[in-house]
């Protein structure tokens, strides 16, 4: 079954440590996203991707990196991470612009 | 500025109906979506509206008026399990189109 991975599921890291997060996808999606999720803030959009070679900042976009070298795959960088990273960070992926995305398990991140 | 806003909680009885209701402030808007979120789970899509009117996928149903830059999610024969937060997203159709969640509202239901 095509399903949608992230990894680590948890991590603890230092303010000022580049981090990286993965998500891998087996859909053959198109579009990818990146979400952080806080309390009182609901899902905010980091950046999304429409296609290999295609990144676009979202929301909430500063401090944080992305590539797209193949459909699969969609890691999220933080450059330097810093404590008001801290947060519970999902991938998602869609066949259709905006349409029923599906979301990848999640990573919680606490930055020291 | 672009926003959506829903109720932060809401309560309701085993069995019976809720409305959870979402207004939204967005240009480009092209499309209104629902999700799902059990505590410590991911969100999980429930429905989607481009047009005016109501979609209806089992229990759940969902309407849409863009003249009134609103919509609802309507849960029938509530069950335990419907306990979880629901968010509604807005869908831009722009150069750039783009996603915006509201921040959720929690369903608390009473046996």
């Known amino acids: 079954d095509a399903e949608i991975t992230q990894s680590p599921r948890h991590k603890i890291t230092e303010t000022g440590r580049q981090v990286t997060l993965a998500c891998h996808q087996t859909?053959?999606?198109?579009?990818m996203f990146w979400y952080r999720q806080d309390l009182g803030h609901g899902l905010r959009l980091i950046h999304y991707?429409?296609?290999?070679?295609?990144?676009n900042k979202g929301e909430v976009s500063d401090g944080y990196s992305v590539s797209r070298s193949n459909t699969e795959d969609l890691p999220l960088t933080l450059e330097s991470a810093a404590s008001s990273q801290t947060s519970v960070y999902f991938c998602?992926?869609?066949?259709?612009?905006?349409?029923?995305?599906?979301f990848g398990p999640g990573t919680r991140l606490t930055v020291l | 500025g672009q926003s959506l806003e829903q109720p932060s909680e809401v309560t309701a009885v085993e069995g019976a109906i809720v409305q959870i209701n979402c207004t939204y402030q967005?240009?480009?808007?092209?499309?209104l979506s629902w999700y799902q979120q059990h505590d410590g789970g991911a969100p999980t899509f429930l429905s989607y509206?481009?047009?005016?009117g109501l979609e209806e996928t089992g229990r759940f149903s969902s309407f849409l008026s863009r003249s009134d830059s609103y919509g609802y999610l309507l849960l029938q024969e509530l069950q335990m399990k419907d306990s979880a937060s629901y968010f509604c997203?807005?869908?831009?159709?722009?150069?750039?189109?783009?996603?915006?969640f509201g921040k959720g509202t929690r369903l608390h239901i009473l046996p």
């Open positions: 998602a992926s869609s066949e259709l612009r905006g349409n029923e995305q599906f």
């Open positions: 859909w053959n999606h198109n579009n």
């Open positions: 991707s429409y296609g290999v070679q295609d990144t």
């Open positions: 967005t240009s480009g808007f092209y499309g």
């Open positions: 509206n481009a047009l005016d």
């Open positions: 997203a807005a869908e831009r159709m722009n150069r750039d189109d783009k996603i915006i």
